[in-house]
């Protein structure tokens, strides 16, 4: 929803080979997908001011295993990374399992752990300094556990989702569930799509959650969310969610993007309208031989 403080490494895509084709049934040891995440961000102001951001990750997961209890995965910066990309994060790679039901299961714990202390110990900081928010060349919040790479990579994730005509689908941030429809597409594929509405309360709590971040970096007087939400209890909050999903010919989402429009009008009658768009793909790169 927010504009999110980057945390890790950002990577600029190069020109996006042909894409290969999609597989026609479930994936198999040695399969390889590339994951490209782009956010966009832009806001305008009823006083004329305006401002946007970009910033786009690439990951590649790779299948190791199929078994009954569900997928053993491999994500990883892309092949391209330098010794300077891997050095800033110790989050890559990471193995995980995505069951047949329920959430990704991390399963390389204790390996990343000892990055997280090699990490720590290369930049110099104590462990006290984990959970904080700090600036450098972006802001970020210095994790140090291993199980906080789950939540990044279900964001990611869209081979579990379920879509069917009429089901209901929750998203975060919205007010309640809504209606998933069909869209006609041609062969190669099904498009499905969600609307709903945006909670305020939960828009007005990251707008204060966002706040205490800026006040730690800046380090101001502290502030309290308690203090930050109050700052923001008077404002009157609007807005909407379009979820847009694309699949491939056997039914596996390739593609999600989520338009959030927000309209934010202050006490003093001050308007200003923030506009979010959060789009995942997934293409095969290299398909196993049978």
């Known amino acids: 929803m927010l504009r999110a403080l980057t945390v890790g490494t950002t990577l600029l895509l190069q020109a996006l080979a042909a894409h290969a084709q999609e597989p026609q049934g479930g994936s198999r ?146 007010r309640g569930p809504g209606v998933l429809r069909r869209e006609t597409r041609g062969s190669d594929g099904a498009a499905f799509v969600v609307e709903l509405e945006v909670d305020p309360e939960a828009v007005r709590r990251e707008r204060a959650q966002n706040d205490v971040v800026v006040a730690e970096i800046g380090r101001r007087e502290s502030l309290s969310l308690d203090a930050a939400l109050q700052a923001h209890s008077a404002e009157r909050i609007s807005g909407t969610i379009r979820i847009n999903f694309e699949t491939d010919a056997a039914g596996r989402v390739r593609r999600r993007r989520k338009v959030t429009e927000l309209a934010i009008e202050g006490p003093d009658g001050g308007r200003e309208t923030q506009t979010f768009t959060d789009t995942v793909e997934r293409r095969l790169v290299s398909r196993a031989a049978p």
């Open 29 to 174: 040891a040695g399969d390889r997908y590339e994951i490209r995440s782009e956010r966009l961000w832009s806001r305008s102001s009823g006083e004329g001011s305006s401002g946007s951001s970009r910033d786009v990750d690439v990951l590649m997961e790779r299948v190791i295993a199929v078994r009954d209890a569900g997928e053993e995965l491999e994500f990883d910066l892309p092949d391209d990374a330098t010794a300077e990309d891997r050095a800033r994060t110790w989050q890559f790679p990471v193995r995980v399992l995505r069951p047949s039901q329920g959430p990704l299961q991390l399963l390389n714990g204790a390996e990343l752990e000892a990055r997280v202390e090699r990490w720590l110990a290369a930049a110099g900081w104590p462990r006290a300094i984990c959970g904080r928010w700090i600036f450098t060349w972006n802001a970020f919040r210095i994790e140090c556990d291993p199980q906080s790479v789950i939540p990044g990579l279900a964001r990611l994730d869209l081979e579990s989702l379920d879509l069917r005509e009429g089901a209901p689908y929750r998203e975060a941030g919205a």
